[in-house]
């Protein structure tokens, strides 16, 4: 609850004092330009950056693998791509930090550690590779959605067509 406070009150109102102080500095026209070339800017990069991460992520794909990091790369894009467009030069430099590779890495491989230690969360590769999505050779033969393939199930068949022309039969004779 504290975190959502602080993103939803606190961050907005550091936003506003530093884009009055900027405007002080430089000016208050010159202050919006620069917001909004830092948003044309952020989306640029932003679209160039998605680009490149979905074609590695179809790539993989076609070598039968799963892309894991691809997806988490697409996801921390997406989040860059609305700091970036936010008003504000707090929010710029963390949408610009996400933009980057070399950032986006470090921070992805951060979350997917964190993410283990929560809630007993596998990550964004390891829920795949549990239910046999592995590249190579495949370990567990369970489908996603369903039984694994050594499941036994127990039923009955009745075939409703045959004996209706049985039926059929014994009345015509």
Do not use: C
């Given at each position: 609850?504290?975190?959502?406070?602080?993103?939803?009150?606190?961050?907005?109102?550091?936003?506003?004092?530093?884009?009055?102080n900027v405007g002080e500095?430089?000016?208050?026209?010159?202050?919006?330009?620069?917001?909004?070339?830092?948003?044309?800017?952020?989306?640029?990069?932003?679209?160039?950056?998605?680009?490149?991460?979905?074609?590695?992520?179809?790539?993989?794909?076609?070598?039968?693998?799963?892309?894991?990091?691809?997806?988490?790369?697409?996801?921390?894009?997406?989040?860059?791509?609305?700091?970036?467009?936010?008003?504000?030069?707090?929010?710029?430099?963390?949408?610009?930090?996400?933009?980057?590779?070399?950032?986006?890495?470090?921070?992805?491989?951060f979350v997917m550690q964190?993410?283990?230690?929560?809630?007993?969360?596998?990550?964004?590769?390891?829920?795949?590779?549990?239910?046999?999505?592995?590249?190579?050779?495949?370990?567990?033969?369970?489908?996603?959605?369903?039984?694994?393939?050594?499941?036994?199930?127990?039923?009955?068949?009745?075939?409703?067509?045959?004996?209706?022309?049985?039926?059929?039969?014994?009345?015509?004779?």
């Amino acid at each position: 609850m504290a975190k959502l406070f602080l993103l939803f009150v606190i961050m907005p109102i550091v936003e506003i004092a530093v884009l009055i102080n900027v405007g002080e500095i430089i000016g208050g026209w010159n202050t919006v330009a620069l917001v909004i070339l830092s948003a044309l800017v952020g989306a640029h990069l932003v679209r160039r950056e998605g680009l490149t991460t979905m074609a590695k992520a179809q790539q993989k794909m076609q070598e039968g693998q799963m892309p894991a990091e691809e997806l988490g790369a697409g996801l921390l894009l997406l989040i860059a791509g609305v700091l970036l467009v936010t008003p504000g030069f707090i929010t710029d430099i963390f949408g610009l930090l996400l933009t980057l590779p070399y950032t986006r890495g470090k921070l992805a491989k951060f979350v997917m550690q964190n993410m283990h230690m929560v809630g007993g969360a596998r990550g964004f590769s390891g829920g795949f590779e549990a239910r046999g999505f592995h590249s190579g050779t495949q370990h567990d033969t369970r489908s996603p959605f369903g039984p694994k393939a050594d499941d036994i199930i127990d039923g009955e068949v009745v075939n409703k067509t045959s004996s209706i022309t049985s039926d059929t039969a014994d009345k015509t004779n």
